[in-house]
């Protein structure tokens, strides 16, 4: 299929999204779709899919102008997209999410809906169980299943906004194996949007970066990085290099710490994290590196062992009392667990402040945002809601509700979805913090940012802590091999 985009105009208020944005995709190839954070990829893309209409601006399919209604109009039409946030329906079973998707005579043929659906999964070597909720899902099976109703559904374009971001290594390779079957054993186009430069190089054949709006260009790749993100910034960033810093007495203590869930057990973990200390946590996702830190927040109580904040015991606090005493947690499902989709920022800055009135005085709430907003550079006005914001600008919010001075921090995934100047732009506002003397404890599935961010690193796998490294000490490989769980 042969498709063409010309001219996209989409303006939110003030904000021009896509300022005249020209593109075509051919069959068989696999495209990357590259820009900074707010640079317009998904609002694009979301225009393309039938998510939302272009103000001006037109879709040309085999040389035929088109419009599309609705998503599901755009699928009939051979164009599908899995979303940058999940937009599937949690308290369904994955059979039922599959069959909504289609023609409501297959409804009645239940077995055979059920049978086509896992010789779809397991044709592209999906593992997803149809008769499962949705909401016991991991996010990589989730897009497995949202791959496959598109594919179902007839797709012959299919779009993958940020795919890689918060699935595992594992799950990421079967995506990247089914990609380049997709299109080079079935003739289709993908489109991949995203911020990782080493998969746009390894996956596509050719490149268009976009910037405040507009098309840069487009290349062929894989071609030199410093290339592509001279085409994303206009100009190579330059890199801050990690400020050596003196440690402090120690913060957070676990001793002997184990947490039971229905599925995994972290079993007898002890560490120190010191005043001013990045301590990194490595791990596949699910290993138990968002257990630990949630039963450090207070949001999961652990079935043994001890807490200490600063020497005190506070094993048995709940999450509010750790938060007033300067603990602060900052969660990757950033519409899940972060924001609040429907609220402004001015709503979240209110929310997050330590003490409330019983009265708001919004006209103080509006300067302090308004304050935040340009401190943290958050692309948006302080009644844009946080569904309003692109991925990026969603996650400097997150950064701006913090209070000061914390203790202790703990990030999930602090820089996921960021591009390269946000992320050093990100850790630098944490270096900030460790001249304060903020601990920091993090999980991270970039290894390389674990490694080139943290003071030491322990690894999980299954629930299991390795021994404790130090990050100046330490390689990618190293740490690739205590993941696999070879100590
Ligand atoms: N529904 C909306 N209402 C208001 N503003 C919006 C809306 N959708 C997008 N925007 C704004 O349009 C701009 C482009 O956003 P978009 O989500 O397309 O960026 P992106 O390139 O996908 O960024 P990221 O890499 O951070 O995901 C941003 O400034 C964003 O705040
Ligand atoms: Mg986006």
Same mark, same amino acid.
Request: glycine letters at 14%; a positive charge; proline letters at 9%.
């Given at each position: 299929m042969q498709v063409e985009l010309q001219d996209i105009h989409k303006f939110f208020g003030p904000v021009k999204a896509n300022a005249g944005i020209s593109l075509q995709f051919e069959g068989s190839k696999v495209y990357g779709l590259l820009g900074e954070n707010g640079a317009g990829k998904s609002t694009l893309m979301k225009i393309l899919s039938g998510y939302q209409p272009a103000d001006r601006g037109q879709i040309i399919l085999d040389s035929k102008p088109t419009y599309f209604v609705s998503p599901a109009n755009a699928l009939t039409q051979g164009i599908g997209m899995v979303y940058q946030d999940p937009l599937d329906? @949690? @308290?369904?079973?994955v059979i039922d999410n599959y069959l909504?998707? /289609?023609? /409501? /005579?297959?409804?009645?043929n239940y077995q055979a809906a059920k049978k086509e659906m896992k010789d779809l999964l397991s044709k592209y070597n999906f593992d997803v169980d149809p008769d499962y909720l949705i909401e016991s899902l991991s996010l990589g099976q989730r897009q497995q299943l949202e791959l496959v109703r598109l594919l179902s559904g007839g797709a012959e374009l299919l779009i993958l906004d940020e795919p890689t971001t918060g699935i595992s290594a594992e799950q990421k390779e079967v995506l990247f194996d089914s990609i380049r079957r997709l299109a080079y054993d079935e003739g289709k186009t993908v489109i991949l949007v995203s911020h990782k430069l080493d998969e746009v190089q390894e996956l596509c054949d050719y490149a268009y970066v976009l910037r405040q709006g507009k098309l840069v260009g487009g290349i062929k790749v894989p071609c030199p990085n410093e290339r592509l993100v001279e085409m994303m910034f206009g100009q190579i960033p330059v890199r801050e290099v990690r400020p050596d810093h003196e440690l402090g007495k120690t913060v957070l203590e676990l001793k002997n710490l184990s947490i039971e869930t229905p599925r995994l057990t972290v079993q007898n973990i002890n560490l120190e994290v010191k005043s001013g200390e990045v301590f990194g946590l490595a791990g596949l996702?699910?290993?138990g590196q968002k257990l630990l830190l949630q039963a450090c927040a207070g949001l999961l109580r652990p079935s043994q062992g001890n807490l200490l904040l600063q020497d005190e015991e506070i094993t048995n606090w709940s999450y509010h009392h750790r938060q007033q005493a300067g603990v602060a947690y900052l969660a990757a499902?950033?519409?899940?667990?972060?924001?609040?989709?429907?609220?402004s920022i001015t709503e979240h800055i209110v929310l997050a402040q330590p003490k409330h009135d019983f009265l708001v005085d919004w006209r103080a709430a509006r300067d302090i945002t308004t304050e935040r907003i340009k401190t943290y550079q958050?692309?948006?006005?302080?009644?844009? =809601?946080?569904?309003?914001?692109s991925g990026g600008n969603q996650q400097r919010l997150l950064f701006s509700l913090l209070n000061s001075p914390l203790k202790l921090l703990l990030l999930e995934? @602090? =820089?996921?979805?960021?591009d390269i100047r946000s992320t050093d732009w990100i850790w630098g506002l944490l270096n900030e913090r460790r001249k304060d003397g903020t601990a920091i404890l993090f999980m991270s599935a970039d290894l390389d940012e674990v490694i080139e961010r943290s003071d030491r690193i322990a690894v999980l796998s299954g629930g299991v802590m390795s021994r404790i490294v130090n990050a100046k000490e330490t390689t990618v490989d190293e740490l690739g091999h205590l993941i696999g769980g070879q100590a």
């Open positions: 329906i @949690p @308290p369904l079973r909504l998707a /289609k023609d /409501k /005579k297959l409804i009645l996702e699910g290993s499902g950033r519409l899940e667990e972060g924001l609040v989709a429907g609220l958050i692309v948006g006005r302080p009644d844009s =809601t946080a569904d309003q914001l995934h @602090p =820089t996921r979805g960021l």
